[in-house]
């Protein structure tokens, strides 16, 4: 293990010298807007290069005075500002300056990416029996869309005091009087648009109210998404404490100025880990000179903090992984042996196994007529839009008080537009018949819908062939565990190598390992190099997870019920903040491992971990 420690100190400094600090003025400006303008370590340990920053600054801010968005100063040097190309070009020859780029934007790593949160899944935190009374306070920095408070997830009657270590604030804004950290929400900071004052931490979406109670929420018993996957809800590291960075407000991304933003800060304020369940998309990724989210890493890493990050939900394409910098501990997304089953019931009494989320309220008798959409082809429509159920492509008169089965095979319309075609003209359900998307739960609400193998929907499409008036019905979801195979890699998880730089392996899959470590349920995948096909560095669950959810989203409230306080989710989003609890956990056993220690300790020694912890 030690010469592993070493190998991967080493590895890092390599990086360091190699590609990190390249010959200064490689600016990639073509046009005016926000620019980052980077400067390497904070100038504060720069010595005689110690005033470019400020010389620099106080130039552009004479010429431009509203051109500043961000000073960087903490965990490193820099600053973001409204830049034409032409200035953006000049300051990247400016000594002292180490990159110029544009701003880029990042987006959340749940499936919500390819499509709307309404339809999406998610649910479920396992109990943890383990105590970790003995073990000094960890500090799991969260960059997300913010959080809810009030959630018992992060009720802190069984936290002691708050460190004394402890730099940050809780910087609640404009909703002062109703957002209050406590002992186990320690910080809260917002990077939205204007005066800090007006900003609020709050969590409006829910991911990061849903990131946060898994890696460190405490037990909540009796926890479910109305009724399903019901349980005790426990984060990875119940005892630590968390630190809330709100770089998303809306859905439409973060930027990267403000990432930078949230990691200076968080450096300052003394994280020992930091999770990030985002990332850009695996197309747009740069070179890590040029990107805010390796940057940041870079100098949280060389601070001691452990920086843990979604790989992206880009797959099962080769080469898809992002975040995929040598410092960073990237992780992969895996299945649970839970399901979220709805079931489709012939007329032939045949039951055939489907996933999905509904509270359908049909009956459970097959007496409903199913039709394949093919044969309900519009006149001059092409039939591969009818059988795939694409808007406008369907005949009224014949989908009305149908089941109607849609194939999946085109990449334009998400599910989402098929339920909502198929509701629209008088369907009764969909069975939608998808290899792909069977593995992941969506929600799909009141509506019976649900997703089969194409294997599945052969037989189902030879019974409606096979008998004058075939009919269905399809069930309400259950939730059965021990469902096999499990795990497995998530069809959406991003796959290695990393593209950027070539060289870079990211870890690679062989042996699937069922350490346990002190997350019951919580089952980590051991990976290893295996040729050219690869991995990120670790896979963590993160298809159906349940965690939890922002108090007041009526868009996933059921008629006639109070909203959910317990969401399920999926995406390699879900999977990071599993390993950032760990993170923390081993942290909190081992103050002094660096976070090369770390991230190789939990990469390669599961089973050892097991017993020192
Ligand atoms: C999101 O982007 C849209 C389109 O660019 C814009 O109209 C809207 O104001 C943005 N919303 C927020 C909250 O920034
Ligand atoms: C926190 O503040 C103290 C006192 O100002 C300082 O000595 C310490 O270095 C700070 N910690 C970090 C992580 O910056
Ligand atoms: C219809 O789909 C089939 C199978 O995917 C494909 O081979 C065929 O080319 C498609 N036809 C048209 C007109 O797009
Ligand atoms: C169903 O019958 C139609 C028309 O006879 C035929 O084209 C199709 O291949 C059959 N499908 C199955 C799954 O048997
Ligand atoms: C949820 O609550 C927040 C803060 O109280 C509010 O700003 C937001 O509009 C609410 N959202 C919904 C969907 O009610």
Redesign the pocket.
Known sequence: MKSLITFIFSLTSFFFCVSLFPEPGAAAAHNDGVYIVYMGAPASLKGSLKDDHAQLLDSLLKRKQDALIHNYK?GFSGFAAHLSAEEARSIAEKPGVVSVFPDPVFQLHTTRSWDFLKYETSVMIESNPSSDSNSMDAIIGILDTGIWPESESFNDKTMGPIPL???GTCASGQDSSTFNCNKKIIGARSYGAGEIKSRTPRDMMGHGTHVASTAAGVEVKDVSYYGLAAGTAKGGSPVSRLAIYQVFSSQNGSHGSTVLAAFDDA????VDVLSLSFGSSSFLEQEFINDPIALGAFHAVQ?GITVVCSAGNDGPSPGSVVNSAPWILTVAASTIDRVFESDVVLGNNKVIKGTGINFANIQNSPVYPIIYAKSATKSGVDENATRNCEPNSMDQEIIKGKIVVCDNEDSLYPQRNKQDEVKKLGGIGVILIDDELRGVAFNFGTFPMTVISSKDGAKVLSYINSTKNPVATILPTTAPTNYKPAPTIAFFSSRGPSTIPKNILKANPSVLFHGTLFLPKLILIKLYQMGCMSQPDIAALGVNILAAWIGNDTVQTLKGKDPPLYNVLSGTSMACPHVSGIAAAVKSRNPTWSPSAIRSAIMTTIEELKMQI
């Open positions: 903490n270590r402890w730099n450096i300052a304020d003394g601070n």
